[in-house]
Every structure is written in structure tokens, then in C-alpha cells.
């Protein structure tokens, strides 16, 4: 199938499109720069130079896809427009990336025992509630002759396929513990993220382009841990002796920015993909804390 697909020089959207490409696909991928169009084309992806902002290319390029993976930003309204105007009455499968920090609670680093699935009603943060509204623009396709589907990964964690080779959090978290001597959290580190493993991510997003109905929205998760246990195997990775220490928020926040750390790094996200493993998705690939004690953080 040809299969067309943002963010394909990025973490997410590159090791999906080098997979797709690998598994037999004719896959474009939108770049913004001729480095990176040479760099995709390593990993048998036909570059499309371009940008989010260039709606009129994006819709070209959607019309001649039979699949669209929008794997650039979860929050993009013009791209997201864009694609699905150019797809409606076409039956054509979109798929988007979103984020389970929509059902994310600020917390400053203490733990919540709220637990959500894909049917579990909840109410966002101010800083994603556009996020929000977007799904579900996006899932109302369905009723204008789209395929849409979302995809709502959690913690992602391990090395990219394609040009992107790193996630968020734990390469931050990673960045910052070799800068003080220690691993360091926001707050106590009592809060609890869901995680998935990049290679388990891949395959789901094969096989919603397979399987998936029209209108269907998948977390996607494989375990979950607080941030504390993350900061304490990254110690143990990197030999440093000593726990983990606390961080104020304001120091968080001086470190990564406001929003990263309100809601990124000192938040709960604790979600189950239940209607992913109804799907038939098994992830298979090996947990967190044994990936960055064992596997590919410490090479």
C-alpha cells in the first residue's frame, strides 16, 4: 500500500514509517529539510519537503496515499484539517498520534490512583483540553466518509527505528541525573506514568492499519512505574550509589520548562489499552526498568 506519513525524521512517526518501508509499504514521509529528506531515504522513505503549515501539500500528498499516519503533533489543528479535508468521502484510513497526558492529573509529583481504559469518562487539564476537542474532531470523520482512528501512546521508551532515535522523559530524565552526579525527580516521585517500549508501539500502528474500525481510539501501554523507581534504575544504570533526590517544582520547572514539568514529569497517567489487546496488539518487547538498567540507555 502507498502509506503517507508526518513526522517521518521523528521519533514516533520515523520508526513507523521505517517499518512500514521494511515491511513492503511505499511510504512518503513529510520533512522539513533536504538533511533530513537524505537521512529518510536511508530507511527506504520517499521524502516530501514540507511543513505542518503547508496545507495544500499535505492534502496532495494524503490524496495520494491510500493511508495517512500523522505522526508530527499530536496537536496540530491546521495539518490535522488539512489531511482529513482532502480524505472525507474517500474511505481512506487516518491514522493520528495523541497522547495519554490528556487524561493526565497535576499532581507535583505525588501519586493518583486514578486508572483509565479507553471507556473511562474523564475531564482534561487545562493544557489539553484542545487536545481533546481535536480527537474528537478527528473520530467524527467517520461520519463525513473518513476511516479515522487514534492512537494514544503513554511513556515511550526505548531507541527509534528510523531517523529519531530518542523519546522524552527518560532521555531527560537520563540528560539531567549525568549533569548533577544523581538522578532527581519532581516532587517525591510518587506519580505513575503507563509505558510503552517504541518496538510494541511500532506494531500496533500496523495493526490498526489492518484491523482497526473506522472511528476506533486505542491507548497504548505494556506496564506502568512512578518516576522515583524510573530515577532509581537510571542510578543504578549510570553507578551512581546514591537515591534519587527530590526536586521543588520550581526547580522542575527551571529544568524543563513549566509545562514539562507540570505535566509531563510530575503528573499521573495511568492508563489500560484494553480495546488495543481486543484488537489482538501483544506487546512483547522487555519493561522499562529493565530496558534502561539492561538494554539500550546504557550502550
Known amino acids: ?30 520533512v522539513r ?6 537521512a529518510v531515504r536511508g530507511h527506504g522513505i520517499e521524502p ?3 511543513t505542518l503549515d503547508d496545507g495544500e501539500r499535505l492534502a496532495q500528498a494524503a490524496l495520494a496515499a491510500d493511508i495517512v499516519v500523522n505522526a508530527a503533533s499530536a496537536d496540530h489543528k491546521g495539518a490535522v484539517v488539512a489531511l482529513l479535508y482532502a480524505l472525507a468521502g474517500s474511505g481512506k484510513s487516518f491514522i493520528h498520534t495523541s497522547g495519554s497526558s490528556i487524561i493526565g492529573t497535576r499532581t507535583k509529583g505525588e501519586r493518583s490512583d ?24 478527528i473520530l467524527s ?9 487514534i492512537i494514544c501512546p503513554s511513556l515511550i521508551y526505548g531507541i527509534g527505528h528510523g531517523v529519531g532515535r530518542d523519546s522524552v522523559q527518560v532521555p531527560l530524565l ?8 544523581n538522578a532527581a525527580h519532581a516532587g517525591p516521585g510518587e506519580n505513575i506514568w503507563s509505558n510503552v517500549h517504541i518496538d510494541d508501539l511500532v506494531t500496533l500502528y500496523a495493526l490498526a492499519i489492518d484491523k482497526a474500525p473506522a472511528s476506533a ?17 537510571i542510578n543504578r544504570m549510570l553507578g551512581f550509589a546514591s537515591p534519587p533526590s527530590a526536586m521543588s517544582m520550581q526547580e522542575a520547572a527551571d529544568e524543563w520548562g513549566e509545562g514539562t514539568a507540570e505535566d509531563t514529569m510530575a503528573s499521573n497517567s495511568r492508563v489500560r489499552a484494553k480495546r488495543a489487546r481486543q484488537l489482538g496488539w501483544q506487546p512483547k518487547a522487555r519493561g522499562l526498568i529493565e530496558e534502561i538498567e539492561q538494554g539500550c540507555y546504557g550502550e
Do not use: W
Open 1 to 30: 500500500m502507498k502509506i503517507f506519513c508526518t513526522g517521518a525524521s521523528g521519533y514516533i512517526g520515523g520508526s513507523v514509517a521505517a517499518h512500514l518501508a521494511a515491511s513492503g509499504h511505499q511510504v512518503t514521509g513529510l
Open 33 to 38: 529539510s533536504a538533511e533530513k529528506a537524505d
Open 48 to 50: 516530501v519537503l514540507g
Open 114 to 137: 486514578a486508572v483509565f481504559d479507553e471507556d473511562t469518562p474523564f475531564t482534561p487539564s487545562p493544557a489539553r483540553v484542545a487536545r481533546v476537542a481535536l480527537n474528537e474532531l
Open 141 to 149: 470523520y467517520r461520519d463525513r466518509g473518513g476511516r479515522p482512528t
Open 174 to 181: 537520563i540528560k539531567l541525573a549525568k549533569k548533577r552526579g
Open 217 to 233: 481510539f486505542y491507548f497504548a501501554e505494556n506496564g506502568e512505574n512512578s518516576m522515583r523507581e524510573v530515577c532509581v534504575a
